[in-house]
T-cell receptor, first 117, second 110 residues
Framework: DGGITQSPKYLFRKEGQNVTLSCEQNLNHDAMYWYRQDPGQGLRLIYYSQIVNDFQKGDIAEGYSVSREKKESFPLTVTSAQKNPTAFYLC????????????????FGDGTRLSIL | GQQLNQSPQSMFIQEGEDVSMNCTSSSIFNTWLWYKQDPGEGPVLLIALYKAGELTSNGRLTAQFGITRKDSFLNISASIPSDVGIYFCAGRNYGQNFVFGPGTRLSVLP
């Protein structure tokens, strides 16, 4: 089945540690996105990528990093610089990378819940 | 970044009742989306709207793109227990990323 796979489902981070969240899609979508979800708030955009080897900061990029070496994969690293990393992280993708001409909806994975030890 | 307002924040209804919720923005949008999220899972797309005044149905769900382009509405008819969850709206204008509302949490009482 086509879809977006996020792993792991649950992740724990120690102080000062970097952790990487995986996101893989087999939908052949050009664009991929990372969002952070906190209780009672809308999704906030961390980073997005419209094409391989290119990505842009979203609204809350500080303390996070990404790479887009393959079309199918868009891993997110939560660095030690992110002082409040506890949240539910959602990865999404959409068919076309062009923001101007595409209103294609985003499709989401099932999320990774990150907690601090 | 910009966020949307959703109303109500939460609602408790009896099984079989109809549900109405809305989403408002201070900016105009050219696309509105409605998603449903179950606990511990990612949002699932319910309805996409692309034109002011557009009315679109998906089973018992009906959504409308407000004529002002600053709001959208979602109605659920004859609610059932599996309708429980958080309903999110999302909107965008040309050249912009989607912005998401904080969600409406729906609980259905048997």
């Amino acid at each position: 089945d086509g879809g977006i796979t996020q792993s792991p489902k649950y992740l724990f981070r120690k102080e000062g540690q970097n952790v990487t969240l995986s996101c893989e899609q087999n939908l052949n979508h050009d664009a991929m996105y990372w969002y952070r979800q906190d209780p009672g708030q809308g999704l906030r955009l961390i980073y997005y990528s419209q094409i391989v080897n290119d990505f842009q900061k979203g609204d809350i990029a500080e303390g996070y990093s990404v790479s887009r070496e393959k079309k199918e994969s868009f891993p997110l690293t939560v660095t030690s610089a992110q002082k409040n990393p506890t949240a539910f992280y959602l990865c999404a993708s959409s068919p076309f990378g062009g923001q101007i001409n595409s209103n294609q909806p985003q499709h989401f994975g099932d999320g990774t819940r990150l907690s601090i030890l | 970044g910009q966020q949307l307002n959703q109303s109500p924040q939460s609602m408790f209804i009896q099984e079989g009742e109809d549900v109405s919720m809305n989403c408002t923005s201070s900016s105009i949008f050219n696309t509105w989306l409605w998603y449903k999220q179950d606990p511990g899972e990612g949002p699932v797309l319910l309805i996409a709207l692309y034109k002011a005044g557009e009315l679109t149905s998906n089973g018992r769900l009906t959504a409308q793109f407000g004529i002002t382009r600053k709001d959208s509405f979602l109605n659920i008819s004859a609610s059932i227990p599996s309708d429980v969850g958080i309903y999110f709206c999302a909107g965008r204008n040309y050249g912009q990323n989607f912005v998401f509302g904080p969600g409406t949490r729906l609980s259905v009482l048997p």
